[in-house]
């Protein structure tokens, strides 16, 4: 299986920070990397697909990038709605793995 | 736009098998998209279960793989999920989503193994 590793696992940020996460898979997955955030009781929600892609709806604040086995999720300008659990995924390969999360919290 | 809808019970025995199903509306399960089940254990983080394409072409989790079984239903557009002896470790909220990089998912459904 390939382990998704993301860093660091919690956060502290104030509203404006730029904050950036990153995400390490244990081999090479091309750019089949996907970012979700995910709020206490609600689902997860996708924000990039193919490691940069925006999806449809989600605000510009959001960017990811990256290739290979090195990948990171920018929020340029935090906000109180942006305080939230983030998730990478890696579907470049069987079973589709997740990485363990990161919570961003208000300083 | 797809939405998705988690249906099945929530409280299971031990040793018995988990149902759950997943209604696709707003478009159609044969559309070219592979369907997922995901579920995240109380506090914990995600995990993949498996997926099923509409011809009924399956991938597994092989962690999971000899417990679960995935099935679609074209002509009422959805897809489920059983899950055989299952134990408390099975408690989760489970989650249907579309294609392999989940850009939309169901709301999930909570399911707690306890006798």
């Known amino acids: 299986d390939i382990q998704m590793t993301q860093s660091p696992s919690s956060l502290s940020a104030s509203v404006g920070d730029r904050v950036t996460i990153t995400c390490r898979a244990s081999?090479?997955?091309?750019?089949?990397l996907a970012w979700f955030q995910q709020k206490p009781g609600k689902a997860p929600k996708s924000l990039i697909y193919a490691a940069s892609s925006l999806q449809s709806g989600v605000p510009s604040k959001f960017s990811g990038s990256g290739s290979g086995t090195d990948f990171t999720l920018t929020i340029s300008s935090l906000q109180p709605e942006d305080f939230a659990t983030y998730y990478c995924q890696q579907y470049n390969s069987y079973p589709v793995t997740f990485g363990g999360g990161t919570k961003v919290e208000i300083k | 736009q797809v939405q998705l809808q988690e249906s099945g019970p929530g409280l299971v025995k031990p040793s018995g098998t988990l149902s759950l199903t997943c209604a696709v509306s707003?478009?159609?399960?044969?559309?070219?998209?592979?369907w997922s089940w995901v579920r995240q254990p109380p506090g914990k983080g995600l995990e993949w279960i498996g997926e099923?394409?509409?011809?009924?072409?399956?991938n597994y989790n092989p962690s999971l793989k000899s417990r679960v079984t995935i099935s679609v239903d074209k002509s009422k557009n959805q897809f489920s999920l059983k899950l055989s002896s299952v134990t408390a470790a099975d408690t989760a909220v489970y989650y249907c989503?579309?294609?392999?990089?989940?850009?939309?998912w169901g709301q999930g459904t909570l399911v707690t193994v306890s006798s």
């Open positions: 081999q090479g997955i091309s750019n089949y």
């Open positions: 099923i394409y509409h011809s009924g072409s399956t």
């Open positions: 989503a579309r294609s392999r990089s989940m850009e939309v």
């Open positions: 707003g478009g159609s399960i044969s559309s070219s998209n592979w």
